[in-house]
């Protein structure tokens, strides 16, 4: 069956990798690739790429309608917002019009984050939480999120999955951790995890742990990560009906870090530059939170949000599907010289 195919976010780093990398995957055979834009500029940037650029609202129904019945676009690969679900449920309810008028198979891939599977949004942290888990979807639903910031991304997943289901629509929640390494799109090369702790320490002067203990969190680079994508798609292209819906969580990683392991890297790194007086990292006190805080934008309470906590989330599903991590966990640590100058390369996609 003939597949036309939707990407979003390809400006950004997620999406712009894997737009890159596209021409080298080796594809099953599909009949087209559309790119959501938003300039002109970005619109000539995914040409290069053979995509044809597409530029429509998210919030406009009918546009969406437009496009998706439209061009009978059967497969939507979400990389734009994790935490709202408008948009998502607006693409969803085309797909299921296409599917009901077509009768063929439609797909919704929606990007999450590793946080919405953590201590921040009271998962379970006490033992591995595996993303091939059948009752995944359960306890993502009994979630009582500590951090009332994250219960918005929470009810996403759940509606994604409700509202997919509802319209015989396939669904996919893919979970991006902490990405690194630099993305090779026309857009945003550095991710946001990393360089929420630069931004933190260049402001205060030191790298702060923000938790006690010794914290992990699940890790990945970015080729993984994007080689997980291109692996989904690519049973999506031959109708393989990979695990979907209530069953279908995809994380990319090979395994996890401790927080302090990484902050001692970067701040080793920042101290042989000289963004930081020294490579010690302490305890973060209530002063310096606050100034922590004021540099990502959030009030001292949601720092360790932002660059910290605990998760246990797993990677399992995707070797069903042939997805292997060409980088180990520890790579991260290794090259976190190396991700640290790339960070402060670019100051102008630093986000909150």
Same mark, same amino acid.
């Given at each position: ?15 712009? &990798? ?93 990007? +999450? ?76 090369? /550095?991710?946001?995890?990393? /360089? ?12 702060? +742990? ?79 939170? &606050? ?43 290794? &090259? ?17």
């Amino acid at each position: 069956m003939a597949h036309r195919i939707l990407l979003t976010g390809v400006s950004g780093y997620l999406g712009g &990798t894997l737009l890159a990398r596209w021409k080298s995957a080796n594809l099953p055979p599909y009949e087209h690739l559309y790119a959501l834009v938003r300039t002109v500029e970005q619109a000539q940037a995914v040409k290069r790429y053979g995509a044809e650029p597409l530029t429509f609202s998210l919030k406009d129904e009918a546009a969406i309608r437009e496009a998706i019945v439209g061009k009978e676009i059967d497969v939507v690969f979400f990389l734009v917002d994790a935490f709202y679900s408008d948009a998502q449920v607006l693409l969803i309810k085309a797909l299921g019009e296409l599917k009901k008028s077509t009768g063929k198979d439609v797909h919704f891939l929606h990007t +999450s984050g590793a946080k919405i599977f953590s201590s921040h949004a009271g998962a379970p942290t006490d033992q591995p939480l595996y993303d091939d888990d059948p009752n995944l979807y359960d306890v993502q639903k009994s979630q009582k999120p500590p951090v009332s910031l994250i219960k918005p991304a929470i009810d996403t997943n759940n509606t994604v999955i409700e509202q997919a289901e509802e319209l015989g629509v396939r669904s996919y929640i893919f979970v991006p951790c902490i990405v690194y390494g630099e993305g090779e799109g026309f857009g945003n090369p /550095v991710s946001i995890q990393t /360089v929420a702790i630069v931004r933190a320490a260049q402001a205060v002067g030191r790298v702060y +742990s923000v938790d006690p203990g010794r914290p992990s969190w699940p890790v990945c680079h970015v080729l993984d990560n994007t080689s997980l994508y291109l692996a989904l798609l690519r049973q999506i292209l031959l109708d393989k009906s990979p695990d979907s819906g209530k069953n279908g969580y995809y994380l990319a990683s090979p395994g996890s870090i401790a927080w302090e392991d990484l902050y001692a890297s970067i701040a080793a790194s920042l101290a042989k530059r000289g963004v930081i007086a020294d490579a010690k990292v302490e305890e973060a006190t209530d002063e310096a939170l &606050t100034g922590m805080g004021a540099a990502l934008g959030c009030p001292k309470e949601l720092v360790p949000l932002q660059l910290g906590g605990h998760c246990t989330f797993t990677a399992r599903h995707g070797e069903k599907l042939g997805w292997r991590a060409e980088y180990p966990a520890s790579h991260i640590l290794e &090259t976190a010289d190396e991700e640290t100058g790339l960070i402060l390369q670019h100051p102008k996609y630093w986000k909150y």
